[in-house]
């Protein structure tokens, strides 16, 4: 179970792409639910949306950015290799409807979030206007995928090595200038998500968001991944991941999600050590 | 011969010197040795009408496992044990003996009463490090198949009672470990989890088959269950979702729910990072808001994790503290504080979001409020505060959805409990039993455990005469 049939790294192999074997999961999966993964018994749970499903092959993918030593861990893992642990669909999934005239915004990793979601709305029948950024060329993925899954594709790099020269809230400003749009779609680093959220709150679309907090059962058991939205706790876990970008407070996830930034260098720098002594014995 | 039973002193439980365990994981209580557990069980009256057992929910056979321990035949008192009780070395470490089998024990009436969770405790740990592996034998196969979600106490009775019944039990457990808040919740000073994995090894040597990883309501449904062949289902999933009291600033870094706190410690071992990858927050000043049997397993675990101070804040009395009187004595014997009267009305923290303290206010008690209990009132003008870097909200918890909600043909309470028949546990869905904590709201272990075995009985009985 959970075996990896098929991995690629993409962005100088800052981002690794797992398909893997999840017959019950495929099956019952819908754009915007994640899972959980853990590579080891001593690991941690980690929440990743699936970026795609494959209910006949009973394959769900999942693409993620090493940044930690669980995720430095998953890189790890080879094709042939299972992980210890995953579990889902997790979340409620996106609420897909024609709604006519919709942008979606992606960053980083988020790219892989917006991709199921931007298939399904196009199939949907609206028209998509999806607009990627990265900080420079080499770490922009998807783009194909996401031409394929919109009507329209814009592509920005913070360094002009590719596409317009500058943030994806520029092109997300010229679009909702030009034309009335009724749906925006963000996710992505918390920066990139809250100035778009504030950019669409001014002219008044509706805009949701996909949130990332720090979990650990991800079934609504513990309360971690709590986040304030229009004033009130909400759990990430079950009453998201996806919220109304308007009403999430941006800071205070981005302050919970440092909660363990010291544990985490010290977990990194022990693995990185462990991992070079060993390749020296060898 | 009676009077000179009642001589003997009740037997005094060995434990780790509270300085020490303070700051370890080992287990507090050591157990008794057999000579202990002899003469201990000698003070047993063996009664014609054992009050001690109308105390037991699972109405175990109290006198009888005590006599083989008088007699030495400690596989003889562990047999017995196994017909009523699937889980002895858990009960005999978590029951709250003092309010069931101990609290009715007529020895008690003049004396202390017979240290029966101990000797519970004796007879299973005794049976587990001779290690023959025995287990009780099971009944020809009636090729029933038996859903049981959720491996917590209650799930982990219907399995084993189901099992000796001769039916086929599959049990659906959410997380990589099987064995629900025995695994996550209850510290492993309290109930190492050695102890329960052995007890769930002895079911999966019964013939159970264990699938963790998965979440029923999300990776399947009920009614998929029955597509596949399941012909009934037991739902056991505990409570699952933390209650915080809606403070202001309840979401700085350092305020955990019990659930999470306890979760990241047991389950995941965040004691042992960076061994293990799931970092917890070690605290140097911690509060813990409420004074049940969670609130304790959670100062006491911030003990271990290396804080100066810990202290419990509880809005009524001492008098009022739900959690067990032992629970209570050990928590004050490793230097934990019990700020009582006293409730939180804000949390203070820094321009990281990091926890700083908290405010709170001084109470008196009033009338008695529906509880019954004396409803305690905000004494005006007496706001305090209480410097702190770690707070556990320990409130209890309500009814998680997760199930539920994916299950629309189950009735609940307006509170999101599933509705279980009092007797039976029947639900309103053909099929579907359910018990413990989401059907009752947060019990206790031996309760779940007894819903459990009054749903296995009702479940028997569908599976072989109809509903």
């Known amino acids: 179970m959970a075996k990896i049939i098929a991995r690629e790294e993409m962005a100088q192999g800052t981002i690794i792409l797992n398909e893997i074997e999840a017959p019950r999961i495929s099956q019952k999966a819908k754009p915007g639910q994640f899972v959980i993964l853990q590579a080891d018994e001593k690991g941690e749970r980690v929440p990743l949306t699936m970026a795609d499903t494959n209910p006949d092959k009973g394959t769900i993918t999942i693409i993620y950015m090493v940044v930690g030593k669980s995720t430095a861990r998953f890189k790890d893992l080879q094709v042939g290799d299972e992980y210890f642990a995953l579990i889902g669909p997790l979340g409620k999934p996106t609420h897909i409807e024609k709604v006519g005239k919709v942008v979606c915004v992606g960053g980083g990793t988020g790219i892989a979030v917006l991709h199921p979601i931007t298939r399904a709305l196009k199939a949907a029948g609206n028209d998509v206007t999806t607009i990627l950024g990265a900080r420079t060329y080499d770490l922009l993925i998807m783009e194909e995928k996401m031409k394929a899954a919109s009507t329209t594709l814009h592509i920005c790099t913070d360094d002009g090595s590719y596409g317009h020269h500058g943030f994806v809230t520029n092109v997300l400003k010229d679009v909702l200038e030009k034309e009335k749009i009724n749906l925006v779609v963000a996710i992505g680093p918390i920066p990139m998500m809250k100035f778009c959220s504030l950019i669409t709150k001014e002219k008044n679309v509706p805009t949701f968001v996909s949130l990332n907090p720090i979990m650990v059962d991800g079934t609504g058991m513990c309360g971690c991944c709590r986040v304030s939205v229009g004033g009130t706790t909400k759990f990430a876990c079950v009453d998201g991941p996806e919220f109304d970008g308007h009403k999430v407070d941006f800071d205070e996830l981005a302050k919970r999600l440092a909660s363990y930034l010291e544990d985490e260098k010290k977990s990194l720098e022990a693995y990185k050590n462990c991992k070079a002594l060993k390749n020296r014995l060898d | ?467």
């Open chain 2, 1 to 467: 011969m009676a009077e000179n039973k009642e001589k003997l002193p009740r037997v005094k439980m060995p434990e780790q010197d509270p300085d020490v365990r303070r700051r370890n994981f080992e287990e507090v209580p050591l157990g008794l040795t057999p000579e202990m557990a002899m003469k201990e069980a000698s003070r047993c009256l063996q009664c014609k009408k054992p009050a001690c057992m109308e105390g037991c929910p699972v109405s175990v056979d109290i006198p009888g496992f005590i006599s083989k321990i008088v007699a030495n035949d400690f596989s003889g008192a562990i047999s017995k044990l196994w017909e009523r009780n699937a889980l002895p070395a858990v009960c005999g470490r978590v029951c709250p003996q003092e309010a069931q089998c101990e609290g009715r024990c007529i020895v008690g009436k003049k004396d202390a009463p017979v240290a029966i969770g101990y000797l519970e405790r004796f007879a299973a740990d005794y049976e587990r490090k001779k290690g023959t592996g025995e287990v009780p034998a099971v009944a020809q196969k009636t090729g029933k198949k038996v859903a049981v979600i959720g491996s917590g106490p209650s799930g982990l009775t219907v399995a084993g009672d189901l099992l000796l019944k001769g039916h086929d039990v599959t049990i659906f457990e959410a997380f990589h470990k099987a064995g629900g808040v025995l695994v996550y919740g209850i510290p492993e000073f309290r109930l190492p989890k050695e102890i329960v994995a052995s007890e769930v090894a002895a079911l999966v040597k019964m013939g159970a088959r264990i699938e963790t990883n998965f979440v029923v309501g999300a990776s399947v449904t009920i009614d998929e269950l029955f597509a596949e062949g399941y012909d009934a289902v037991y739902i056991g999933v505990g409570a699952g979702l933390p209650r915080f009291m809606n403070l202001p600033g309840e979401n700085f870094i350092g305020i955990y729910s019990a659930n999470e706190y306890l979760t990241r410690t047991n389950l995941m071992k965040g004691y042992l990072f960076p061994e293990y990858d799931t970092p917890i927050a070690r605290g140097k000043n911690v509060v813990v808001l409420g004074a049940g049997n969670v609130a304790m397993d959670s100062a006491r675990t911030a003990m271990r994790l290396g804080a100066d101070t810990v202290k419990i804040v509880y809005r009524r009395s001492r008098e009022e503290m739900p959690a067990r009187a032992e629970e209570l004595h050990h928590a004050e014997q490793e230097k934990i504080e019990f700020v009582l009267l006293t409730n939180p009305i804000r949390f203070f923290g820094d321009a990281s979001g990091r926890l700083k303290g908290m405010e709170c206010l001084k109470m008196e008690l009033g009338e008695p409020d529906a509880s019954g209990r004396r409803r305690p009132v905000p004494i005006e003008g007496s706001e305090f505060t209480i410097d702190c870097d770690l707070v556990v909200v320990s409130v209890g918890s309500n009814a998680n959805p997760l199930l539920t909600n994916s299950t629309p043909d189950i009735a609940l309470t307006r509170w999101g409990n599933i509705i279980g028949d009092p007797v039976t546990g029947k639900t309103s869905k053909r099929g579907v039993w359910a018990g413990g904590d989401i059907v009752t709201g947060a019990a206790t272990v031996i309760l779940a455990m007894g819903a459990g075995r009054a749903a296995a009985n009702s479940m028997h009985d569908y599976l072989t005469l109809g509903w």
